[in-house]
């Protein structure tokens, strides 16, 4: 199993629910691939402006398919440019 751990920080300018409609978009797409065993995003607590994408995939391949499909290579760039910062984790289960 796969997971990632994707943090956005939005600029100061930026409406957070501008943020999150297109998020929610990626969300409910991202949901119906093969090989997404769940998807989700969240709000941090103490801070508004800081969001991340909670992702568990079955294997390394789902996550690639996902990385190429059309509502990705639409919406990311669209979230890259609300966003100040980024980090991008993504974690191998040990077994």
């Given at each position: 199993?796969?997971?990632?751990?994707?943090?956005?920080?939005?600029k100061?300018?930026?409406?957070?629910?501008?943020?999150?409609?297109?998020?929610?978009?990626?969300?409910?797409?991202?949901?119906?691939?093969?090989?997404?065993?769940?998807?989700?995003?969240?709000?941090?607590?103490?801070?508004?402006?800081?969001?991340?994408?909670?992702?568990?995939?079955?294997?390394?391949?789902?996550?690639?398919?996902?990385?190429?499909?059309?509502?990705?290579?639409?919406?990311?760039?669209?979230?890259?440019?609300?966003?100040?910062?980024?980090?991008?984790?993504?974690?191998r289960?040990?077994?």
């Open positions: 199993m796969i997971k990632v751990v994707a943090k956005a920080k939005l100061p300018e930026v409406n957070p629910g501008d943020y999150i409609m297109l998020a929610r978009e990626l969300v409910a797409e991202t949901r119906k691939e093969k090989g997404c065993i769940s998807y989700a995003l969240h709000e941090d607590i103490n801070d508004p402006t800081i969001f991340t994408m909670l992702e568990e995939w079955e294997n390394e391949q789902a996550l690639e398919q996902h990385n190429q499909t059309a509502h990705m290579v639409r919406i990311i760039p669209e979230l890259k440019k609300l966003r100040e910062s980024g980090e991008l984790n993504i974690y289960e040990i077994k």
